[in-house]
């Protein structure tokens, strides 16, 4: 368990606690690279995830017409350690407007390899990035619930801007379309210089 207390904690937390190893290191070899098509299983972490395969799917073909960037970190021999998904264009401008704004999703670290850095790092790797295609600002949504993740956002700058009520579907591997309520924070960050 990490410093803070269970009470602190939420239910996600809680449950993937017992997943962290103690003393848990970061492989030396950890790369964080654009996903590429082979990667697609990987994403879904031995089925823990593979209710998104379309999702991912759909990412992988967005970012393939530009309008999105995939960033990945595994170590070898194929392991998928966690991801950040930026959206450059979408449907909401308030989100990914193509030009000044984009949208980071889908951001995530497996549970061993939490509090390490490599969420950090992930995000960092995508700004810079955005940072290069001219970008502005980077927004994201947080659920409400998410203490650590919220926490890790504002470390790294981000500012609550506006509430967002997290609605949203998909369809799943068997073609079933899945509802999401998911209340959320919306953050902001301005990528300076």
């Given at each position: 368990m990490t410093a803070r207390s269970r009470l602190e904690q939420s239910p996600h937390e809680q449950a993937q606690d017992h997943l962290r190893a103690p003393g848990a290191r970061l492989p030396a070899d950890v790369c964080i690279r654009h996903l590429i098509?082979?990667?697609l299983?990987?994403?879904?972490?031995?089925?823990?995830?593979t209710h998104f395969r379309r999702v991912f799917f759909r990412a992988y073909q967005n970012?393939?017409?530009g309008r999105a960037v995939l960033?990945?970190?595994v170590a070898p021999p194929r392991q998928m350690l966690g991801?950040?998904?930026?959206?450059?264009?979408?449907?909401?401008?308030?989100l990914?407007?193509?030009?000044?704004?984009?949208?980071?999703y889908a951001i995530r670290v497996r549970p061993a390899?939490?509090?390490?850095?490599?969420?950090s790092r992930l995000i960092e790797t995508a700004e810079q990035d955005l940072r290069k295609r001219g970008f502005r600002i980077a927004t994201l949504n947080v659920a409400r619930d998410n203490c650590a993740a919220l926490r890790l956002y504002t470390r790294l700058g981000y500012q609550i801007v506006a509430e967002?009520?997290?609605?949203?579907?998909?369809?799943?591997?068997?073609?079933r379309r899945r509802e999401v309520v998911e209340p959320a924070w919306r953050m902001e960050k301005e990528l300076l210089g």
């Open positions: 098509r082979a990667d299983p990987l994403l879904e972490w031995e089925g823990e995830y970012a393939r017409q960033w990945v970190a991801q950040v998904f930026v959206l450059l264009r979408g449907a909401r401008q308030e990914a407007d193509g030009a000044t704004r984009a949208y980071l390899y939490r509090n390490l850095g490599l969420g967002d009520p997290g609605r949203w579907w998909y369809y799943d591997h068997q073609g």
